[in-house]
């Protein structure tokens, strides 16, 4: 339940009806893009005006969604981005809870001078806004949105557009609702959604159905020539180098839920992969039961997330990270088999 206070301080910051941007993190996902444009379509909707900053591209399939057009991408539109910050009276942040999430837009964001309100679900939030909503037990971002339009009675904003992306939130981070943050009340958020008229059956379809050939090609490459498992360690992982990816015509996304196979594997309490890119790592972090992945991410990989799923980063070779990787979780290994 969002708390008083949070609400009070969020009439407030909404009363004059401010322009706005939102923001969401770097590599946005599903949640990130639903609940920032969720939230902009049930602004406008209120009567105030709102643009969607993203600090990077995202995936084709996360391009349908009402409102996608007007989402301003800071690396490659930063005076248009610069513009709305400016002009700005207000700063919402979706979906993270650091600035150094935002990557190189963390900059202009944090410095703009204004008024900042974090509506997110992550664990451990840094301080740089005025306004928080957080709750790390909730299924997403998107979900958050919808409470917090209960919490100041603003049902009637939510549109059959505002549910489309709303819903897409929910379901991308709920893993299409089998992830152990689902509650019942998250499946009547789900259903009141549903009653706004949305077609669910396509929304499953562009975001989960909806591949190249060349995607399909790297996922069989990944699962059958790159997938390892430790059994020692009950720990798989799956690593690409950047000539592997460039090698399928790597496009953002295509890569989206490989980990998921690794951790499916039986005997596997905890899954990793690997991407390299401009000597960078990038990692993503998936556990089962109560091994937190969240923690691991924090001590060694410069990032974080959930209990059960978390990300992170390494400026190294993908030797010297996948070495390292063995290291802890040969450290780890009686508290990755006592989680399975």
């Not at 969720?38 to 349908?64: C, E, R, S």
């Not at 972090?285 to 091994?291: A, F, M, Q």
Request: glycine share 8%; hydrophobic share 40%; with cysteine.
């Amino acid at each position: 339940m969002i708390n008083t206070l949070t609400t009070d301080t969020i009439i407030k910051l909404l009363s004059p009806k401010p322009r706005i941007v939102i923001t969401i993190h770097r590599g946005p996902d599903g949640d990130a893009v639903g609940s920032g444009l969720g939230w902009m379509h049930i602004l406008a909707n209120a009567g105030m005006q709102a643009t969607v900053i993203a600090p990077d591209a995202y995936p084709d399939f996360l391009k349908w969604m009402p409102g996608n057009d007007g989402v301003v991408v800071y690396e490659s539109q930063k005076e248009v981005a610069q513009k709305a910050i400016d002009d700005a009276d207000l700063i919402f942040c979706l979906d993270f809870n650091s600035p150094s999430r935002m990557g190189d837009l963390a900059e202009a964001v944090t410095t703009a001078n204004k008024p900042i309100v974090v509506v997110d679900h992550h664990q451990q939030p840094d301080e740089f806004a005025q306004g928080y909503y957080t709750d790390d037990t909730a299924s997403s971002t998107a979900e958050m949105i919808y409470r917090l339009c209960e919490a100041l009675n603003w049902e009637q904003y939510i549109d059959h557009d505002a549910a489309i992306c709303l819903y897409t939130g929910i379901v991308t981070d709920t893993g299409s609702f089998r992830f152990s943050s689902v509650s019942p009340r998250l499946m009547r958020i789900a259903a009141d959604l549903m009653e706004k008229g949305i077609d669910h059956t396509r929304i499953y379809r562009e975001v989960y159905d909806s591949n190249t050939f060349e995607r399909l090609k790297l996922r069989g490459f990944a699962l059958s020539e790159k997938l390892e498992v430790l059994p020692n360690s009950a720990t798989a992982f799956i690593a690409l180098k950047e000539k592997e990816l460039k090698k399928f015509n790597f496009q953002k996304g295509d890569t989206e839920g490989l980990v998921n196979y690794a951790l499916s594997i039986d005997g596997v309490g905890l899954a990793a992969f690997f991407a390299e890119k401009d000597g960078m790592i990038k990692i993503s972090l998936r556990s089962k039961g109560n091994y937190d992945v969240n923690k691991l991410a924090r001590a060694h990989f410069e990032g974080g997330g959930h209990v059960n799923a978390a990300g992170g980063r390494k400026l190294d070779s993908m030797k010297n990270t996948i070495d390292r990787f063995k290291e802890i979780v040969a450290q780890e290994a009686d508290k990755i088999k006592a989680s399975i």
